[in-house]
């Protein structure tokens, strides 16, 4: 698949779904290399993607990880499910479903909880309750010592993460469209 036709495809499932996409465009290199150093892929046994996308941050966290790790790609949209059952890679599994049934996902696939949840959904336009749902669903799921890591152009997660996991260290990138902020919190141990 070429660039190109992962942004057609990106902006055609922002155009179905605007409110389950967070942007009209597929993350930049620079916002997935950023992305993969931010949640230590490489020191990562199980990883979660919440909302992969076209996969071009999936392609570039594989990447990164060792070659006995496990990376849970969970996505609601039909079609970038298609697009990424089309990676051929042994530790990818590929999951339509919503990140709101975290827990029953990894038990359906028989994992052991993540070492890193990462999420590029956007907790800006669903509902209050959905997100802190979503986000406590994660936090329980997390092993001790686990990332949880949202990519977000706005500053909603935040905001909603505060009251269950406190405030997170902050990064940004600027080289994307539009820029991000990377917001994360590591569950003790």
Known sequence: MTRFSD?????RGFLERPREVGSVIPSSRFL????TRVIDAPASDV?????PGTGGTTRAVLNGLGADARLLAIDTNPAFITR???LADPRLIVQQGSADDLAGILRGHDLPAPDVVFSGIPFSTM???AGLAIIQGIWEALAPGGRFMAYQFRDEVRRLAASVLGQPTI???W????PMAFYAWDKPV
């Open 7 to 11: 942004q057609a495809s990106f902006l």
């Open 47 to 51: 990883v979660v993607e919440l909302g």
């Open 175 to 178: 080289l994307n469209i539009p």
């Open 171 to 173: 990064e940004r990138e």
């Open 127 to 129: 509902p209050r309750e």
């Open 84 to 86: 990424l059952q089309t």
């Open 32 to 35: 997935e290399r950023r992305i």
